[in-house]
């Protein structure tokens, strides 16, 4: 017999629990449980004398004759990540449709019994940087998807403050005002998991006339850039984006943050860290088409240092967190970096 991989023991409230991640049962086992397991564990000492115990074990799945083990396809924590999120709450499969709706307004109904978190507002800043309206966009979408590209290298060049204020507005902006059919909520350009508009860009000013270098956290209720720091640099920036130089240069970077406050007052099950990625994926690619349509370039990383982001944009890392980076300004229209190109010549020559 083995201990099944799909099993991970944690403690809570100084109480073991034994995880089953692929079932998504927890069990709280006792002290002569655990230590039948561990002695297990290190010696394959013979339990079957502990009949009550194995038994247990066996109905429990913490022992079979395999060992569950899966390809490693996914990296371990990953794949356990996977199976802690995988399949919906499947509560109302079996119900009919009228049914269904009828459970959903209850549920519904449960979660306006708790306040909806204050959103942060621009009261709460001292600076405040109020951004022209927006100007009429005209595109043709194919040729600006074809547009396109990640770029590598920028080149200092210095952005128009409508150029910004175009961006900000049809990525993250309340582009459809008030909708009554959506109040108290606000639609923007991208889908958002219940509409409950938790990607939040906080915007890092390099290179754009009309606006002091810093950090700023835009709202979108005003169109106005909030500043959250008045010093940022670009080696600040490698900082946070584990070393990659790449955004040196750009005109201004947009970090992705998600407002969890928000997210755990509709969705609570594991789940919810997946819609988080979804629909900063989407606020991403917007912005992207966005930027081409404003003649500007992007390069986007998922790779950063998110303590070093938090320092910086001054989140807390438990009600906000960051989620992506996405650089916009102008540069050579190549994928690749000229000091990365010629590491790549030396080592084919
Ligand atoms: C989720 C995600 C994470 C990415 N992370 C990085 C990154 O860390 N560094 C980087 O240089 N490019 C990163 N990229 C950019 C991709 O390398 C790029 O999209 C890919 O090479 C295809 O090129 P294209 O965007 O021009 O179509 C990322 C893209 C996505 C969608």
Not at 247 to 252: E, I, L, P, T, V
Request: glycine fraction near 4%.
């Amino acid at each position: 017999m083995n201990i099944s991989h799909n099993f991970f023991l944690y403690f809570k409230d100084n109480q073991p629990i034994l995880f089953n991640y692929k079932e998504k049962k927890e069990y709280s086992p006792r002290k002569e449980y655990l230590r039948a397991l561990v002695d297990y564990s290190n010696t394959e000492e013979d339990i079957t004398e502990k009949e009550n115990i194995v038994n247990d074990f066996i109905n429990t799945d913490i022992l079979t004759q395999n060992n569950n083990q899966d390809q490693p396809y996914l990296n371990y924590y990953a794949h356990m990540f996977h199976h802690i999120t995988k399949d919906t709450s499947n509560a109302m499969a079996d119900s009919t449709e009228e049914e269904w709706a009828g459970q959903y307004l209850e549920v519904c109904k449960r979660v306006k019994k708790v306040e909806f978190p204050r959103r942060g507002q621009i009261e709460d800043f001292e600076v405040v940087v109020t951004l022209p309206q927006a100007d009429e966009v005209n595109i043709d979408l194919i040729d600006t998807l074809k547009k396109r590209k990640t770029i590598r290298e920028f080149e200092e060049t210095s952005v128009n403050i409508q150029q910004l204020s175009n961006l900000l507005f049809y990525s993250f902006g309340y582009v459809h005002g008030v909708e009554k059919e959506y109040g108290p909520f606000r639609r923007r350009t991208s889908p958002s998991g219940g509409s409950l508009q938790i990607i939040e860009p906080y915007v890092a000013i390099f290179n754009v006339e009309g606006v002091e270098n810093g950090i700023y956290w835009y709202e979108p209720e005003t169109h106005s850039l909030c500043k959250v720091n008045d010093h940022f640099s670009y080696q600040d920036l490698r900082e946070c984006l584990a070393g990659q130089f790449f955004a040196n240069d750009c005109s201004f970077g947009i970090f992705l943050a998600a407002n969890l406050e928000i997210l755990a007052w509709k969705y609570k099950t594991p789940r919810n860290y997946k819609v988080v990625y979804l629909e900063a994926g989407h606020f991403s690619q917007t912005s992207q088409i966005i930027a081409v349509t404003q003649s500007l370039q992007t390069w986007i990383t998922g790779a950063f240092k998110e303590s070093a982001i938090e320092k910086f944009c001054k989140m807390d890392g438990i009600t906000k967190i960051p989620v992506f980076f996405t650089a916009y300004g102008k540069g050579k229209f190549s994928h690749m970096h000229t000091i990365m190109k010629k590491k790549l010549d030396e080592y084919r020559d």
